[in-house]
Structures are given as C-alpha cells and as structure tokens.
C-alpha cells in the first residue's frame, strides 16, 4: 500500500513556474513507477510525465515536452514535478500516481492516486 500526498499547486501568471512535490509513504518506494496527470474541468484525466524507479527513464506527454521535467529522490521517498513556461491550457488538477510494473499512460492501469493539487494558469 502506497499513500500519496501532493502539494505546491497554485495561482501563477502564465509563463511562470511551479514545482510540485509528492510524498510517498512505505518503505519500498524505490520499486514504484512514479507519474503525474491532471485533470482540467470538463476533461478527462491525462498523463503527463512518469519516470521510472531507478529514475533512469521518463517519459512525458508531447503537450509538456520541453517545459515540464518530472525527477524523484528516492532517499526523501518524493517525485517532483517541475513547470516551466506555464500555459493556461495547463490548469488542472495535478494527482500523484504510482503503480507497479513498466511505464504505461493509461490511467487505469496505474494502482494508487494522491488527492490532487489546484494549478491555476492565469493571464
């Protein structure tokens, strides 16, 4: 069992930066495919970064790529989501997510989900 809290959501002025934090608890995070996908009003959840356990391999989604980087330290037991040259487009709820097994952006093959984060882009 995974528990999963995020936080450093926020109102930001487009262009701006925001890095999102998650902490994880158990003692076998190191093993986790690490992710993070968001939700805007109206949509369906989407993927947008992952990186493996060893943190040696990441994939992001072509919406983010160049602007939003995902690292983890394994040692604090916490995955990081850095934001860069935020677009409105990019407001949404952010959830924490990890799951067993290999890389997939599929939302429903993904095991455990922190609440989520506000991220506000605004004009």
């Known amino acids: 069992q995974v528990q999963l809290v995020e936080s450093g959501g926020g109102l930001v002025q487009a262009g701006g930066s925001l890095r999102l934090s998650c902490a994880a608890s158990?003692?076998?995070?190191?093993?986790?495919?690490m992710g993070w996908f968001r939700q805007a009003p109206g949509k369906e959840r989407e993927f947008v970064a992952a990186?493996?356990?060893?943190?040696?391999?990441?994939s992001n989604a072509g919406s983010v790529k160049g602007r939003f980087s995902i690292t983890r330290d394994n040692a604090k037991n916490t995955v990081y989501l850095q934001m860069n040259s935020l677009k409105l487009e990019d407001t949404a709820i952010y959830y924490c997510?990890?799951?067993?097994?290999?890389?997939?952006?599929?939302?429903?093959?993904?095991?455990?989900w922190g609440q989520g984060t506000q991220v506000t882009v605004s004009s």
């Open positions: 997510t990890a799951k067993t097994g290999g890389y997939s952006s599929a939302v429903a093959t993904w095991n455990y």
């Open positions: 158990g003692r076998t995070f190191s093993s986790y495919y």
């Open positions: 990186i493996s356990g060893a943190g040696d391999s990441t």
